[in-house]
């Protein structure tokens, strides 16, 4: 079993910049495929972004490509993402997940552990 905590979140300008971190317990972390999600108010969470095992294959949403940057230190157990460029739609509690199989990436039920979600906030 994989336990996640997400931190790093907060409040910014339109603009600015944040780097959200998931700490994972265990020690095969870098068996897992690991994603972001997000939700936003009133909104079904959606699909950020994924990094595969050793980090050299990641994808993004088309909503935040160019903007955010998944990585992950396997040795730390950790994955971050890096935001820049952040905009008021931003705004969502942002979680973090890791997935046995590398099958539905892209959605919620491709994932078997889930993180509590940290909060951003992007005021224009």
């Known amino acids: 079993q994989v336990q996640l905590v997400e931190s790093g979140g907060g409040l910014v300008q339109a603009g600015g910049s944040l780097r959200l971190s998931c700490a994972a317990s265990?020690?095969?972390?870098?068996?897992?495929?690991m994603g972001w999600f997000r939700q936003a108010p009133g909104k079904e969470r959606e699909f950020v972004a994924v990094?595969?095992?050793?980090?050299?294959?990641?994808y993004y949403a088309d909503s935040v490509k160019g903007r955010f940057t998944i990585s992950r230190d396997n040795a730390k157990n950790t994955v971050y993402l890096q935001m820049n460029s952040l905009k008021p739609e931003d705004t969502a509690v942002y979680y973090c997940?890791?997935?046995?199989?590398?099958?539905?990436?892209?959605?919620?039920?491709?994932?078997?552990?889930w993180g509590q979600g940290t909060q951003v906030t992007v005021s224009s």
């Open positions: 997940a890791a997935a046995s199989r590398p099958t539905a990436l892209l959605f919620i039920k491709g994932y078997d552990y």
């Open positions: 990094i595969w095992w050793s980090g050299n294959n990641t």
């Open positions: 265990g020690r095969t972390f870098s068996t897992y495929v």
